[in-house]
């Protein structure tokens, strides 16, 4: 869902996405590097794919989740990302400073 607001998360449930998000991802305030979650949002027949291994900056309150969940699923990856067709990373430099790094659609 593109048209949440990451402040009103519980329009459109998005609190629970953002929730399987953190707990999924979080442990003690670490990231699992070996943890990757797939969100399915059937109204928009999207799948939005979160990649613990790859994700940097990315705090464990549900705000922040939600903030770097709604970029991603606004404008997906792209070459100015660093991330070719089918989400492999093209440019390395350019994805390690993106903010959808990640996160994929």
Do not use: W
């Not at 797939?38 to 989740?65: M, N, T, W």
Request: with cysteine; aromatic share 6%; glycine share 10%.
């Amino acid at each position: 869902r593109t048209d949440f607001a990451p402040r009103e998360l519980r329009q459109g449930r998005m609190d629970v996405a953002c929730s399987c998000v953190s707990a999924a991802l979080f442990r003690s305030q670490s990231l699992r590097g070996n943890t990757c979650v797939s969100l399915c949002f059937k109204e928009e027949a999207q799948r939005l794919e979160v990649r613990g291994a790859s994700i940097r900056r990315l705090q464990p309150d549900d705000f922040s989740v939600a903030v770097r969940l709604h970029a991603a699923m606004a404008s997906p990856a792209g070459p100015a990302d660093g991330v070719g067709p089918g989400g492999e990373v093209c440019d390395a430099a350019a994805y390690s400073q993106s903010g959808r790094r990640g996160f994929l659609l």
